[in-house]
C-alpha cells in the first residue's frame, strides 16, 4: 500500500514539472508586461506614474531578495538606491554638465563619459559591493539588532552623500542626468529584476537561508551557514536595489539626497509587508497594489471634481502618508502574512484529487506503524 | 569515532556536566539516561557543537573537532534531533530535508529526488508537500528524523525521539532506530526515559546524575550497579 502510494505520488514527468515550477516567474513577468502594454496606450501623465510604479518594483524585489528569504528586518534600501543611482549618474553624464554642477569632482571622474548601460551596471555593482563590505559584520545580527543596523546604515549613506558636496552637489540638486529611462526600460527591468530574484530563491542557497528564516537553531543543526547564505543574499539585494537608484535618476533626470530617506523607506517597506515579504509574487504585487493606492490619494488630495455633477472633493493634505501607515497598520494587523500569505502564483495541483484521497488512505495506513 | 574527553560546563556557577566521559561508535546504539536536570541535553549539545565546553575536549575519528560550529560537525556527519523537534513550519516537509541535502553537497533537483527517497523510507511519502507545521505530532517526530538522516549521518544523536509518543508508537520507533543503524551504518546515541525501549534497543548505557557519570556499561550491568539503582531508580521507583 505504502509503495503504490509513492510510486503515484513520485510519478511525475521531469519535463512537466520543471515548466510548472516557472510558472510563478511567468504569471509576475505576465502582469509587469500587461501593465507596459496597457500604459504604453495611455497619456504620458499615465506613462510617467506607469514608469514610477515599475521603479518601486524594481526596488521591492530588491529588499525581498534578502528580507524574504532571509526574515531579517532591513531598512537600508533608500540609500543602495542612493547609491547606484549617484554613481551611475557620475559616470554618465556629460562631462560639459559635471564641470558646472560639480566642479570640484576628481579629473578621473570629471572625464568619465560611459554608456546608460554600463554606467547602470556599475551603480549596480557600487550598491552590491557596499552590501558586500557593511555585510560582513552585520550578516550576524537579526531581529531588532538588525533592524537597528540597517536603518543606521541608510542614516549613514544620507548623510555621507549629503555633505559630500564634491561628489554630489550636497543639500542641491544634482542635474543633467541623461534621462534614458522610458516605459519600456522600466519594464523590462522589472521584468529582469524579478527574474533574478526567482533564480535566486530556487538555489539552495536561498533555500537553506528561508530554513535559517524559521529556525536559526535547527538551521545550524542542517548544516546551514547563516552568515554567509545572508551575505550572498545581501549583495544580490544590493545590487538589484542599486539598479533601481539608477532608475530613478535617468528617469528623473535630476537628484537630491533628500529623495532618499525615511519616506521612501517606509515606503518600500510598508509595499513589501502589505504585499507579502515571504514571496517575490508579494513583492511585485505589494509594489504595484500600493502604488495604486498612493496614486489614487493622490488624487483625491489634489481634489477633482466628481464625473457628472459638480461637486469636487479634495481630502486634508497629507492623507496619502497616512493612508500608507494605515495600510500597513491594518496588514500587520489583520494578515500579518501580507496579501499574498506568502505564496507564489501557481496553478493548481492538477492531481489533487487523487493525490489528496493516497494522503488520506496513507495516513491511515502509516498512523499505526 | 566519536568521542568527548572530560567535559565541564557551566552555566552562571552551576555545574551542568562534570569530568564527563564518552565515546560514541560507527556502528552502535548507545542509551543516554539519567533523572531530569541530569545534564544529558548538555551533553547532546556539546557533541553536537551547539555548546562549547569550559574544559574538555571532543574528537571526531581522531581529530579534534576543537570550538567547531554546529553547522560544521551537521556537515562532516554528527546530527542530532531536538527535543522540541524544531521542524522549519512555513517550507514542506520536502523541503525540511532538503535544507540539510543542500547542505552535504547535492543540487536543488538531486535534493528533491533524495528527500523523496527518504520520506518514503519513513513512511512519509504522502506528506512531501504539506507545510511542515501542518503534521500530528508523531509525524513531526519522525520528520524530525528524516530531517537528521537527510545529513548522512555517522553519528546521530537523538535527544528525547520517543518524548509523548504511545507505547505501540515507542516500540516501532525502536524498530526504525535499529533499521537505521543498519542501513545507514552510523553509530546513535539515545535520550530516552522509556526503561522499557532502552534496554531493548540499547547495546550499552550511559548513566548522568546532577552532570557526572555513575554508571555505563551494558544495560544488564547498568541495572545492577548500586549507584545506579539509589539515583535513578531510587529517584523514579518503577
Given at each position: 500500500m505504502a509503495a503504490s502510494i509513492s510510486d503515484r505520488i513520485g510519478w511525475r514527468p521531469a519535463a512537466r514539472d520543471g515548466l510548472r515550477r516557472l510558472v510563478p516567474l511567468a504569471a509576475l513577468v505576465g502582469i509587469v508586461l500587461t501593465i507596459v502594454l496597457l500604459a504604453g496606450m495611455g497619456d504620458i501623465v499615465l506613462q510617467r506614474r506607469v514608469i514610477f510604479c515599475l521603479i518601486h518594483v524594481v526596488a521591492v524585489v530588491g529588499l525581498y531578495i534578502f528580507m524574504g528569504n532571509s526574515g531579517v528586518m532591513n531598512f537600508s534600501s533608500a540609500g543602495f538606491m542612493a547609491v547606484g543611482a549617484y554613481t551611475s549618474a557620475l559616470l554618465t553624464m556629460a562631462p560639459g554638465m559635471k564641470s558646472t554642477f560639480?566642479?570640484?569632482?576628481p579629473a578621473w571622474l570629471a572625464a568619465a563619459h560611459l554608456s546608460p548601460l554600463w554606467g547602470a551596471l556599475a551603480g549596480g555593482v557600487m550598491a552590491g559591493l557596499m552590501a558586500l563590505v557593511i555585510g560582513i559584520p552585520i550578516m550576524r545580527l537579526s531581529g531588532i539588532g538588525a533592524a537597528i543596523a540597517t536603518l543606521s546604515l541608510m542614516f549613514i549613506c544620507y548623510i555621507v552623500l549629503g555633505n559630500w558636496t564634491a561628489l554630489t552637489g550636497g543639500q542641491q540638486s544634482l542635474m543633467g542626468l541623461p534621462s534614458y529611462v522610458g516605459l519600456w526600460t522600466a519594464g523590462l527591468t522589472a521584468m529582469v529584476a524579478i527574474a533574478v530574484a526567482f533564480v535566486y530563491q530556487e538555489t539552495r542557497g536561498a533555500l537553506a537561508l528561508r530554513g535559517s528564516r524559521e529556525d536559526e537553531v535547527a538551521a545550524r543543526g542542517s548544516g546551514v551557514r547563516i552568515v554567509r547564505e545572508r551575505l550572498a543574499a545581501f549583495v544580490v539585494s544590493g545590487f538589484v536595489t542599486g539598479i533601481a537608484g539608477v532608475l530613478y535618476g535617468h528617469f528623473l533626470g535630476t537628484l537630491r539626497v533628500e529623495s532618499f530617506y525615511l519616506d521612501l523607506t517606509f515606503l518600500l517597506v510598508t509595499m513589501l509587508v502589505v504585499g507579502g515579504m515571504r514571496s517575490l509574487a508579494g513583492a511585485v504585487i505589494g509594489a504595484i497594489g500600493i502604488s495604486i493606492l498612493t496614486e489614487l490619494l493622490r488624487l483625491v488630495e489634489v481634489g477633482f471634481v466628481l464625473p457628472g455633477t459638480s461637486w469636487s472633493i479634495a481630502t486634508p493634505p497629507g492623507l496619502g502618508d497616512v493612508a500608507l501607515a494605515a495600510a500597513m497598520l491594518l496588514i500587520i494587523l489583520f494578515r500579518p502574512q501580507g496579501l499574498t500569505g506568502g505564496h507564489e502564483i501557481e496553478l493548481p495541483r492538477s492531481k489533487t484529487s487523487t493525490s489528496g484521497l493516497a494522503t488520506t488512505s496513507g495516513n491511515t495506513g502509516t498512523a499505526n506503524v | 569515532m566519536l568521542r568527548a574527553t572530560d567535559i565541564t560546563v557551566r552555566f552562571g556557577g552551576v555545574r551542568?556536566?562534570?569530568n564527563v566521559s564518552m565515546a560514541l561508535q560507527r556502528t552502535e546504539i548507545l542509551g543516554l539516561i539519567g533523572p531530569n536536570g541530569a545534564g544529558k541535553t548538555t551533553m547532546v549539545n556539546v557533541l553536537s557543537g551547539f555548546q562549547q565546553p569550559h574544559q574538555g575536549s571532543v574528537t571526531l575519528a581522531g581529530e579534534k573537532t576543537g570550538p567547531l560550529r554546529a553547522d560544521r560537525l551537521a556537515r562532516s556527519g554528527v546530527v542530532r534531533t531536538f527535543q522540541a523537534v524544531r521542524l522549519f513550519p512555513g517550507l514542506t516537509v520536502s523541503e525540511n530535508l532538503e535544507v540539510g541535502l543542500g547542505s552535504r553537497g547535492l543540487g536543488r533537483a538531486a535534493a528533491r529526488r533524495r528527500a523523496a527517497e527518504l520520506l518514503d523510507y519513513m513512511g512519509l511519502a504522502a506528506r512531501a508537500h504539506m507545510p511542515g507545521n501542518a503534521l500530528s505530532y508523531g509525524e513531526e517526530r519522525r520528520v524530525g528524523i528524516a530531517r537528521a538522516l537527510a545529513l548522512q549521518p555517522n553519528f546521530l544523536l537523538l535527544d528525547e525521539p520517543a518524548a509523548g509518543l504511545n507505547i505501540g508508537e515507542a516500540e516501532a520507533l525502536g524498530d526504525l532506530i535499529r533499521r537505521i543503524r543498519a542501513d545507514f551504518g552510523c553509530g546513535v546515541l539515545v535520550i530516552e526515559h522509556n526503561m522499557k525501549l532502552v534496554m531493548g534497543l540499547c547495546e550499552r548505557l550511559h548513566v548522568l546524575a546532577s552532570g557526572r557519570t555513575i554508571a555505563e556499561g551494558s544495560p544488564a550491568d547498568v541495572f545492577r550497579d548500586t549507584a545506579f539503582r539509589s539515583a535513578y531508580l531510587g529517584a523514579e521507583p518503577a
Open positions: 560639480l566642479p570640484d569632482l | 551542568a556536566i562534570e
